[in-house]
């Protein structure tokens, strides 16, 4: 539990957020002082759309009654999912929950009849960091996420920026004329493809191909290869594999390349990285500030930190219980 | 005069919008419903810093009265001009001007008996421009200024970005590898010393030193190259010289290169590209749009457009009065 002092509640009543997963459904009842006053977790319901919100609604009430709190004291519940809402309609589609076109707002709020806000988890768990973890205190906030994707969001003095279309953060798919893989979206060449874990696997995979030897290479034959992936390649670092550590400093370079002329335009006071490649971590991190710094004026090196994210598992439930409160669109 | 309908200002007193400039002020009265009423252009005294705030005083005060209007019922006057601007302290430094760390705005209000606030030259003409000219109507405006330097400002819902230590828009000193020309600000490869006005000349003089030729190295034989400006490579364009259709289409270009990720990652509504290099029109903006849609998923290319902007030489006068009403910052 965190100590934290609020952000933008005080004398309002009780929230919850919620990420709800692939795998699990990770919820915390937030107190009128913003305090995470208790967690929960639990496997994700996955045999209908409302089956799920069923689920949802539970994990609401057995918060609240656990901690003795009445229905009534619950100001708002903030969810953060992974998919795509349309932002005119609400509707959610999500290729990996049972949600395809389905206003979940609008029926949460029928089920609980209390605000709800729903938007995507990624979002959610960088404007958690953003509000309440690594971004605490700061006005300009970009967030970078590289799991098995990557995208970014911008956050200006507590604001999400959405953008034209809600198009903002896309930036796993710039295309760059040296990187020449393939990407799920069917462009040549993006971003996404090298930096992610999904990126890393495969530039690992390519370079064992090609004749890199060490710890990866002595682990992943041939007829193994294609089950490598991103943590086998931090395993090897760690190992001391020399081709692995490169693999993460290419990797930074890469992404330094997408942040320097942001940077420059934003001026950000942090740049918050998170997801599965973050946890390479003095590997990665060391590399990326060279490679930005190297990109950049001497006043903004000054001035810019970059830092992993701090909330592990929970930024996400941060993030929705806070953009229940602070966000208006798409509360019904 | 424009027959502007009002932004954000119904019901409110006049205001007057100055660009100071090395050679010109040029002023403007702003009636209660926005619309510019009067407009005063003068050479700028530069005799000394006190001879210039009376003539700008002087100035507003002629406006006020050649409109009839008391002053009693002028409500602010935004300054912008040449300079950088310390935020805490409101100092002015201008190497163009005779200011050195001097308080302009509280002086002004001295003079004046009015709010007064002063700001980046360069920025209140994109102000104006977003909220007045080219932007109009549009929440998120990304503009980008290139003159004899270049630079972006970032407006969203039009509020003037600023970021971390005022430093947002400095795009002129990122650094890309495959540039090696120094620059004025004591790196090397900034990406100014190619996409400005001086960068195309410095680019016209290396071709032509390369043995390009056309009408540009017809007109410009050795013992002329040194006096080669960016105009010159404009008429040579103009009279059908392939060298310099290429030199547009090449920093349209490297311009791409830094707007593609903040595309990516902000989304805009709309680019505004001004300053002496948008001059060139048709062969530099298609060049650029071509590159930006090249780099980017589809969804951006369709959504995202890409315009010169359109005030001219009032841009400033519009952006500095709307950033005397709207602002807060430095307002004394």
């Known amino acids: 539990m965190r100590e934290d002092t609020l952000i933008g509640g005080i004398g ?26 208790r967690r929960e977790k639990r496997p994700t319901v996955r045999s209908s759309s409302s089956e799920l919100l069923a689920e949802v609604a539970d994990i609401a009430r057995d918060l609240l009654a656990q901690e003795g709190v009445d229905n009534g004291r619950l100001d708002a519940v903030g969810i953060g999912l992974p998919g795509f809402i349309e932002s005119d309609t609400g509707l959610v589609t999500s290729a990996n929950l049972p949600f395809g076109e389905f206003p979940v707002a609008s029926r949460l709020r029928h089920l609980l009849d209390v605000p709800i806000t729903v938007h ?109 992936t991103a943590i086998d390649v931090l395993e090897a670092y760690h190992a001391g594999d020399a081709f692995a550590a490169h693999l993460f400093q290419r990797t930074a370079k890469w992404l330094a390349r997408a942040l320097v002329p942001t940077i420059a335009m934003l001026s950000p006071d942090l740049i918050i990285i998170g997801g599965g490649v973050a946890a390479a971590g003095e590997v990665f991190f060391e590399a990326l500030k060279t490679a930005v710094a190297d990109g950049l004026h001497p006043l903004y090196r000054e001035r810019l930190l970059i830092v992993p994210s701090q909330l592990g598992e929970d930024a996400g439930v941060y993030g929705s219980a806070e953009y229940a409160v602070n966000a208006m669109p798409m509360k019904v």
Not at 24 to 36: E, K, N, Q, S, T
Not at 123 to 135: I, P, Q
Request: a neutral charge; one cysteine or more.
């Open 12 to 37: 309002m009543g009780y929230r919850i957020g919620m990420a709800v997963g692939v795998t699990y459904v990770i919820a915390g009842l937030f107190g009128p002082d913003g305090r995470l006053l």
């Open 120 to 228: 995507n988890d990624v979002k959610m768990t960088v404007y958690g960091e953003s509000l309440r973890g690594a971004g605490r205190g700061y006005a300009y906030v970009l967030g970078v996420t590289l799991g098995t994707g990557m995208s970014s969001t911008w956050i200006s003095n507590g604001k999400l920026h959405e953008g034209n279309g809600g198009l903002a953060g896309e930036i796993g798919h710039i295309r760059f004329p040296d990187i020449s893989y393939a990407c799920g979206c069917g462009m040549i060449g993006c971003l996404e493809t090298v930096v992610s874990s999904s990126g890393i696997a495969r530039q690992a995979r390519e370079g064992l191909a090609a004749g890199w030897i060490g710890p990866l290479a002595d682990r992943f034959p041939l007829e193994l290869r294609d089950e490598l």
